[in-house]
């Protein structure tokens, strides 16, 4: 029998801020490739989720193996040299600062200038407004525009694994597709990209799996396709209303 | 119906950008009227305009049929406008409850001292329970999540008594069943006599729910109509819903 190793395990996972647990035991497999979207009522733990991962909370219980190795005990920072990348929900840019120089910033652990322009020059590619608005101040962009810039800017580190926290939060309709569309070209690049969205069924569209989460446990998983035809799903999650 | 909202040739520039560019446009009295437009096209400054968290360079605004010389956030929310932002602004240290209570006082004695009455209390669990935050009500509400937070704001706007209430990206972030609770909660409103002005990416919330749909581009006007003109036409699907 062969081993086989996912890009990313978390078994059993508790976690949570002060006394209580928003995580009660989160089970969730990832494997290299993959899109996997997570939904869930306000609330149920997803971001929390990502920050287990990314280590911007510790976890009180279980483990998170990534490419077999437990990452748990890691600080952020080599999880960052692992690949392990996240994009959170608040806006992350730094105001002050313009649309290149927060790429760079996105790039602080690299020191050949080369490489920095080569992902610079393919994180464009996907978003074009990273060198429309290079030399503008993050904080002058409208909050949509940031957040593609938040995305462009993740993609500097070159990450095998991109956490993405709503990544289409605030987007005019024609963005979103962009983002959905980078999103697909990002794992056709190799990437694997778990993301957290609300436009659930914009997100299971694109995803290979879905997993629901419901009151810090993961709830139901299934093939991104299988959720958005359960009518039962559809109540709960997705809206009735929503097609 | 006569115009509750008008806006006339306002104008806001930030050092080289001119975010509203000769902006002209009416809330009628009674309307549930959406405001929508690409990431940067000047929603959000035209709202903060409209509540006077910015002033225009030029233009002038009448709420009510006066004129508003010197518009403040707060002299404003007394006349009666009232609105919600895309980053939630709650007050973090007070309890989910108390910040629901505060919304529907002017009382500052009662806001000084957080008495809350039992009237006040039972209306604001009731409202509470619909956004599944009645659990939560004794939480300091800076722990909840940026989608309860959304929640949170938005019930307390439905505390207060407002003659016209602004919506910056209601949904944004938000569970798509909240969102139809949300959408009740507006067309109840509406039925009472609230004038809304939405800025929403929904589309479909926006179809559903918005009459009529104004839509800015580079921060003036280049549509307005019932939604099913306004999304056929060539120019929206140009700038905004993409093809």
């Given at each position: 029998?062969?081993?086989?190793?996912?890009?990313?395990?978390?078994?059993?996972?508790?976690?949570?801020?002060?006394?209580?647990?928003v995580?009660?035991g989160?089970?969730?497999?990832?494997?290299k490739?993959?899109?996997?979207?997570?939904?869930?009522?306000?609330?149920?733990?997803?971001?929390?989720?990502?920050?287990?991962?990314?280590?911007?909370?510790?976890?009180?219980?279980?483990?998170v193996?990534?490419?077999?190795e437990?990452?748990?005990?890691?600080?952020?920072?080599?999880?960052?040299d692992?690949?392990?990348?996240?994009?959170?929900?608040?806006?992350?840019?730094?105001?002050g600062?313009?649309?290149r120089?927060n790429?760079?910033?996105?790039?602080?652990?690299?020191?050949?200038h080369?490489?920095?322009?080569?992902?610079?020059?393919?994180?464009?590619?996907?978003?074009?407004?990273?060198?429309?608005?290079?030399?503008?101040?993050?904080?002058?962009?409208?909050?949509?525009?940031?957040k593609q810039?938040?995305?462009?800017?993740?993609?500097?580190?070159d990450?095998?694994?991109?956490?993405?926290?709503?990544?289409?939060?605030?987007?005019?309709?024609?963005?979103r597709?962009?983002?959905?569309?980078?999103?697909?070209?990002?794992?056709?690049?190799?990437?694997?990209?778990?993301?957290?969205?609300?436009?659930?069924?914009?997100?299971?569209?694109?995803?290979?799996?879905?997993?629901?989460?419901?009151?810090?446990?993961?709830?139901l998983?299934?093939?991104?396709?299988?959720?958005?035809?359960?009518?039962?799903?559809?109540?709960?999650?997705?809206?009735?209303?929503?097609? | 119906?006569s115009?509750?909202?008008?806006i006339?040739?306002?104008?806001k520039?930030?050092?080289?950008?001119?975010?509203?560019?000769?902006?002209?446009?009416?809330?009628?009295?009674?309307?549930?009227?959406?405001?929508?437009?690409?990431?940067?096209?000047?929603?959000?400054?035209?709202?903060?305009?409209?509540?006077?968290?910015?002033?225009a360079?030029?233009?002038?605004?009448e709420?009510?049929?006066?004129?508003?010389?010197?518009?403040t956030?707060?002299?404003l929310?007394?006349?009666?406008?009232?609105?919600?932002?895309?980053?939630?602004?709650?007050?973090?240290?007070?309890?989910?409850?108390?910040?629901?209570?505060?919304?529907?006082?002017?009382?500052?004695?009662?806001l000084?001292?957080l008495?809350?009455?039992?009237?006040?209390?039972?209306?604001?669990?009731?409202?509470?329970?619909?956004?599944?935050?009645d659990?939560l009500?004794?939480?300091?509400?800076?722990?909840?999540?940026?989608?309860?937070?959304?929640?949170?704001?938005?019930?307390?706007?439905?505390?207060?008594?407002?003659?016209?209430?602004?919506?910056?990206?209601?949904?944004?972030?938000?569970?798509?069943?909240?969102?139809?609770?949300?959408?009740?909660?507006?067309?109840?409103?509406?039925?009472?006599?609230?004038?809304?002005?939405?800025?929403?990416?929904?589309?479909?919330?926006?179809?559903?729910?918005?009459?009529p749909?104004?839509?800015?581009?580079?921060?003036?006007?280049?549509?307005?109509?019932?939604?099913?003109?306004?999304?056929s036409?060539?120019?929206?699907?140009?700038?905004?819903?993409?093809?």
């Amino acid at each position: 029998m062969t081993s086989h190793t996912s890009l990313l395990t978390l078994t059993d996972v508790t976690a949570g801020y002060g006394a209580g647990l928003v995580l009660k035991g989160v089970n969730l497999t990832v494997e290299k490739g993959q899109i996997v979207c997570v939904i869930g009522p306000n609330g149920s733990g997803k971001s929390t989720v990502l920050k287990t991962i990314s280590g911007l909370l510790g976890i009180k219980g279980g483990s998170v193996l990534f490419n077999g190795e437990e990452i748990s005990g890691m600080t952020s920072r080599r999880r960052l040299d692992l690949g392990i990348v996240h994009v959170p929900q608040d806006r992350s840019l730094f105001p002050g600062m313009t649309v290149r120089e927060n790429m760079m910033m996105g790039a602080f652990i690299l020191t050949d200038h080369k490489i920095i322009e080569e992902r610079m020059a393919k994180a464009t590619e996907l978003y074009p407004i990273v060198k429309e608005r290079s030399g503008a101040l993050a904080g002058s962009l409208s909050g949509g525009e940031q957040k593609q810039v938040e995305v462009a800017r993740s993609l500097m580190l070159d990450p095998s694994l991109i956490l993405l926290d709503e990544p289409s939060i605030g987007l005019d309709p024609k963005s979103r597709k962009l983002v959905f569309e980078s999103i697909k070209a990002l794992a056709k690049d190799g990437r694997t990209i778990l993301l957290v969205e609300q436009n659930a069924r914009s997100g299971l569209a694109v995803s290979s799996m879905g997993a629901v989460l419901e009151a810090g446990k993961v709830a139901l998983t299934g093939k991104g396709s299988e959720l958005l035809d359960d009518p039962e799903v559809a109540r709960l999650y997705l809206g009735a209303k929503a097609k | 119906m006569s115009a509750l909202l008008k806006i006339e040739n306002v104008v806001k520039r930030f050092g080289g950008i001119t975010a509203v560019n000769g902006c002209s446009f009416e809330v009628a009295e009674g309307s549930v009227t959406a405001l929508i437009g690409p990431n940067g096209s000047g929603k959000t400054t035209a709202f903060n305009i409209i509540t006077g968290y910015l002033k225009a360079d030029s233009g002038t605004i009448e709420f009510d049929g006066k004129k508003i010389a010197k518009p403040t956030p707060a002299s404003l929310y007394r006349a009666g406008l009232s609105r919600t932002f895309q980053q939630a602004r709650i007050f973090p240290e007070l309890t989910v409850l108390e910040n629901l209570v505060i919304s529907s006082s002017f009382d500052w004695k009662q806001l000084l001292g957080l008495r809350v009455t039992a009237a006040d209390r039972a209306r604001a669990m009731i409202t509470l329970e619909e956004f599944r935050l009645d659990k939560l009500h004794d939480l300091r509400a800076g722990d909840l999540s940026y989608g309860q937070r959304k929640l949170l704001e938005f019930a307390s706007v439905l505390m207060s008594n407002p003659k016209l209430v602004l919506l910056d990206e209601p949904t944004a972030g938000v569970n798509p069943v909240m969102i139809e609770t949300m959408e009740k909660h507006i067309r109840a409103r509406n039925k009472a006599g609230v004038t809304f002005l939405v800025v929403e990416h929904d589309m479909q919330l926006v179809m559903r729910l918005c009459d009529p749909v104004i839509v800015l581009d580079h921060g003036s006007k280049i549509a307005e109509g019932v939604p099913e003109a306004v999304q056929s036409n060539p120019q929206v699907l140009e700038a905004y819903l993409g093809s």
